[in-house]
């Protein structure tokens, strides 16, 4: 039996490295990491049955035994950090983009703050004056609640508890839609919230008939007014999208209602959330450990399902895989399985040959599946109320402040 | 609120009110890579509770100062992620910009052309009538 001698590929890195190594010129102490150390200090290997070396180095001494600094200094942060805007959507609320050379602590914290601790605008108070659709007030008002409002946080006041509304802290809609006897079923879409810049519209009931009419707001003037950004005729807050459905009216249903937003951050209630998701994940490495070739290249291939690698023609009928999207990959594992690209059936052939022979197939990996630690690919999914660039740069402001506060305490 | 010992000020806790991990994580990370620090952690003490514990061991200097070069050099290094992550953005949105006009362009000129043929085309219609 003649065992296929497998060809590794040699880096270029080796190569030069292997030309000019001479065992003379190593020095009496070891300097620099040595390469597997390098690999753990830098990569997550993902293994077939699970990932390892997952964790950073943080400790700054921790290579100090082969006189390597682990420590970051701003000067080599500043150096090797890196920002690659990947992909901005078509209406500019979806941004994908790459940071390269940060720690993972750090960049969490930045995902952290853009779910939890960026302001918006939200509604917090319904006032149902009339609702007779199926939908209960209360299910009513939490889906009033997650309307995505279109209002920049930074104008307007917290209301705190012993604030009365006014119009530095609140924006108030009102809704009035209705589904005439006789017609088809009616849906109630944001659409329909009409903004009120002069404040609420409800009288508040009281005992005594002589006094002003008190409304559920007291706005001492227009919004229009009192905000220049909001000055213009057509320049009006409205939700974010205008076809979000609200309810659904059957025939002579009705509601009628008027909704306070306030400001708020995503820790209180997930409705003030800025974002639908913020999320990043380390750039996915895929590397060839040896030359995969022909019926072996076509099984590698069918094993993939995000299509990470191609067939490379060598000529004469020679095939070759190629590691040609490795972002694509989601290190769903399928490449370092044992039995990679073939069908569940072979698990009983296999059975059979270690049977017969005794012994199970030799197992040859192909190929090596990793995670860069400081390449992170950041995606920012807005939910319409301000674009995800100004949202980034928002959180980063939001960590800053944090230290500021701390510095301040311990002065 | 720092808890330590009149004597040695090289070892501290600190708690933090109203932070969580996302400031404690950011600053352990920025304090391990001090190298005058021998020891950094932190935790929090009850989920119901909103503060964290920080431990700071220093190799001599007092922990204080140590904690709060950490969160000076964070924030720098927010600083300059924000000013590189501005940066990225405004060039990424000029070229996409250029883009544009760019493939406004190209497809202007593939109608121009294709109006110049049918134009030929029809012209050619009348000859041959």
Known sequence: MTTKKEKRIVTEEEKTFAKNFNIMDLPDIPTGLPPHLQLQRTRVLCEEDAPIHTTSIAYSGAYNGVGVDNSVKLENFSDNFKVDVIELSKDGMELTFDMIGIDAAIANAFRRILLAELPTMAFEKVFIANNTSIVQDEVLAQRMGLVPIAADPKLFDYLSENDQPNEKNTIVFKLHAKCAKGEGRKKVLTKELIWLPNGSELVKESGDSNSKPKTYTSFSRSQKDSFPEFAAKDSNISPSYPDILIAKLGPGHEIELEAHAVKGIGKTHAKWSPVATAWYRMLPEVILLREVEDEDAERLVKACPQKVFDIEDMGNGRKRARVARPRECTLCRQCVRKNYGEDRNKDEEEKEWIENVGREKEWVENVALRRVKNHFIFKIESTGSMPPDVLFTEAVKILETKCERVIATLS | ?129
Do not use: W
Not at chain 2, 55 to 66: I, L, S, Y
Not at chain 2, 98 to 108: D, H, M, S, V, W
């Open chain 2, 1 to 129: 609120m720092e808890h330590g010992s009149f004597t040695n000020d090289s070892h501290a806790s600190f708690t933090l009110a109203e932070e969580d991990h996302t400031l404690a994580n950011a600053v352990r990370f920025m304090l391990n890579q001090d190298p005058r620090v021998t020891l950094a952690g932190y935790s929090i003490p009850h989920p119901s509770l909103e503060c964290v514990n920080v431990r700071v061991q220093t190799t001599g200097d007092p922990a204080r100062e140590v904690l709060k070069d950490a969160c000076q050099e964070l924030m720098l290094m927010n600083r300059h992620v924000r000013s590189v992550f501005d940066k990225a953005v405004a060039e990424f949105k000029v070229k996409q910009a250029r883009l544009a006009t760019e493939e406004e362009k190209k497809t202007k000129a593939e109608e121009a052309e294709l109006k110049k043929q049918r134009d030929l085309l029809a012209s050619m219609d009348i000859e041959s009538d």
